[in-house]
C-alpha cells in the first residue's frame, strides 16, 4: 500500500502544535513558508503564539534527533515521517489561474508540485475553507488525480454542527408510561426503548410526549440508580434561582443540571438571548452567596480581539477588561436590579465571593471549591478547553457556555471549537450534563431576528 503525503497549512500548526503526529505512518511534509509565517507569530501573548512556540520546541527536538537539516525525512513517534520542503516551489503551475504568489498561493504550489512528483496521494490539510475552496478548483482545472484537499479532522467529531448532542430529545409514547412516571417519580430505562430513535447518555432529558395526541406529558432524566439508568420524573420542586424563573423546557432543564452538585462540568449551547449566562449567573449566586457551597464564583471569557490585544489598551486591568466582559456586568445588573454601573460596582466591591476576570488571567491556576462559568466558549480551541478543565480542583463545577455558530477566532468554526468539542468527546460522561437551548427569552423581536436574519 502506498503511503500517503500530508502537506500542512500554517493553520493547522497554529491550531495544533503536535498536529504533526496525528497521521499515522505517513509522509508530513512542511512547506519552508510555512515556517517563516509560524516564527512571524512566536512573540503573540495568545493561544496563536503559545502553539506557534510549542511546535518551535517540536522542530528543535527533531532537528536534534536528525543532527542537522529537516529536509530530508526523519521518523516520528506516530510511525510516519517528517520533513520541510525547500524544493518543489515553482508557481507555473497556477500563473494561469492565480496571478499573486501569496503565501497561501505558495503553499498549494508546493502541494500541487509535489503531487505532480509523487508516486503516491498528496492531501492539502488546512483550516481555511477558502483555501480549500481555491486548491479543489485548480484539482478539477488541471485533472490532478492524485491531489486531495481536505479539511483537518482530528478534532472533528461531528462533520456539522446541527449534529451537535443537545441533551435532550422528545418521544412519543403510550399514555400509561406517562402516568406510571408520575405515579412512581422513576421508572427503568427499557420502557422507552422501543420509541427511541437517537442515543442518549446519562444526565440527558427526555420528553415523553403521548403517543396518540393528546396533551399528556412528562419531563423526566436519564440517572444512573444502583448501577442501572432510569429515568427520574423532574418535579417543580424549585420553581426559581436568585429571582429568575425559567420560561421554557430549555431552561427548567438547564436549571436542574446547574443546581445539581454531583454534575461537575455544564456545556450550554444556543444563541444569544436565550438565558444560557443569565441562568448561570444566578445558580452561581445562589450556591455561593445563599447556599455557601461552593467558596467563590468566578466569571470568565477568552478574549478574541480584532486588533491589538488587551495589553495594549490604556488603563488599569480592571479598565481594559470592561468593554470585553460587560455583558456579564449586563446580567449581574439584572439579577442585582441595579439601577446603574455605579450602584453595580458598589454591591459587586461588597461581595468577596464573585470574581469577574479574563480567560487570560486565570491560565496555569489551580481552581479548587468554585463555581466557574466560561462564557464565550466557542471561541477556545480544544486544547485551551483541555487546559481549563484539566485544573479544576475537587469540589469545582464549571459551566462552559455558547454559541458555536457565532465564531470570532480566525483558526476555529462550528465543529472544530472547544465547546463542540467538549460537548461531543465528553457526552456520555456522567458527571456531565448537556443542555442545547433554542428559544430567545430577551423580546418578541429578538427571537425573530435570531431566526430569520
Not at 52 to 77: C, N, T, W
Not at 81 to 108: G, P, Q, V, W
Not at 299 to 308: E, L, M
Request: proline share 4%; net charge negative; glycine share 6%.
Amino acid at each position: 500500500m502506498l503511503l500517503k503525503t500530508f502537506v500542512l497549512d500554517t493553520n493547522i500548526l497554529l491550531h495544533d502544535a503536535h498536529s504533526l503526529y496525528q497521521f499515522g505512518e505517513n509522509e508530513v511534509v512542511v512547506p519552508a513558508i510555512v515556517i517563516e509565517e509560524i516564527d512571524s507569530k512566536k512573540r503573540l501573548m495568545n493561544e496563536v503564539g503559545r502553539n506557534a512556540r510549542e511546535f518551535s520546541r517540536i522542530y528543535k527536538k527533531l532537528r536534534d534527533q536528525s543532527k542537522g537539516s529537516l529536509e530530508h525525512p526523519i521518523p516520528l513517534e506516530s510511525g510516519g515521517t517528517f520533513r520541510i520542503e525547500l524544493n518543489h516551489r515553482s508557481f507555473e503551475k497556477l500563473k494561469n489561474e492565480f496571478n499573486e504568489a501569496s503565501n497561501d498561493n505558495r503553499i498549494i504550489a508546493v502541494a500541487i508540485n509535489l503531487s505532480l512528483d509523487e508516486k503516491g496521494d498528496v492531501v492539502l490539510v488546512s483550516n481555511d475553507t477558502l483555501m480549500i475552496a481555491k486548491a479543489d478548483a485548480l484539482k478539477n482545472s488541471l485533472l490532478l488525480n492524485r491531489f486531495f484537499p481536505e479539511l483537518y479532522e482530528s478534532d472533528r467529531l461531528i462533520q456539522h454542527v446541527d449534529r451537535i448532542h443537545k441533551g435532550y430529545q422528545e418521544i412519543q409514547v403510550p399514555s400509561d408510561i406517562i402516568d406510571s412516571l408520575y405515579k412512581s417519580g422513576e421508572l427503568p430505562i427499557e420502557v422507552i426503548q422501543d420509541y427511541v430513535h437517537e442515543e442518549f447518555y446519562v444526565q440527558d432529558f427526555i420528553l415523553l410526549k403521548d403517543l396518540y395526541g393528546s396533551n399528556h406529558s412528562g419531563l423526566c432524566r436519564v440517572m444512573l440508580h444502583n448501577q442501572k439508568m432510569v429515568l427520574k420524573d423532574l418535579k417543580r420542586d424549585r420553581q426559581q434561582i436568585w429571582g429568575v424563573f425559567p420560561k421554557n423546557v430549555q431552561q427548567r432543564m438547564l436549571m436542574e443540571l446547574l443546581m445539581d452538585k454531583s454534575v461537575s462540568l455544564i456545556c450550554a449551547t444556543g444563541k444569544a438571548g436565550t438565558g444560557k449566562t443569565l441562568l448561570a449567573l444566578a445558580a452561581g449566586l445562589c450556591q455561593t452567596e445563599e447556599e455557601q457551597h461552593y467558596q467563590k464564583l468566578l466569571v470568565s471569557k477568552p478574549i478574541v480581539p480584532v486588533g491589538n490585544d488587551i495589553g495594549f489598551l490604556p488603563g488599569e486591568k480592571e479598565e481594559k477588561l470592561r468593554p470585553w466582559v460587560q455583558p456579564i456586568y449586563d446580567n449581574l445588573e439584572f439579577l442585582f436590579d441595579a439601577k446603574n454601573e455605579e450602584e453595580l460596582d458598589n454591591i459587586l466591591s461588597g461581595l468577596r465571593t464573585l470574581k469577574v476576570e479574563a480567560l487570560t488571567y486565570i491560565r496555569g491556576r489551580s481552581i479548587p471549591n468554585q463555581f466557574v462559568i466560561i462564557d464565550e466558549a466557542q471561541n477556545l480551541s480544544p486544547h485551551e478547553v483541555k487546559t481549563i478543565l484539566t485544573r479544576v480542583g475537587e469540589g469545582t463545577k464549571v459551566i462552559l457556555i455558547g454559541d458555536p455558530e457565532q465564531i470570532d477566532h480566525p483558526y476555529l468554526d462550528s465543529v472544530n471549537n472547544g465547546l463542540t468539542y467538549a460537548v461531543e468527546q465528553l457526552k456520555r460522561e456522567e458527571e456531565v450534563g448537556i443542555v442545547h437551548l433554542t428559544s430567545t427569552e430577551r423580546s418578541k423581536l429578538a427571537e425573530k431576528a435570531a431566526h430569520l436574519l
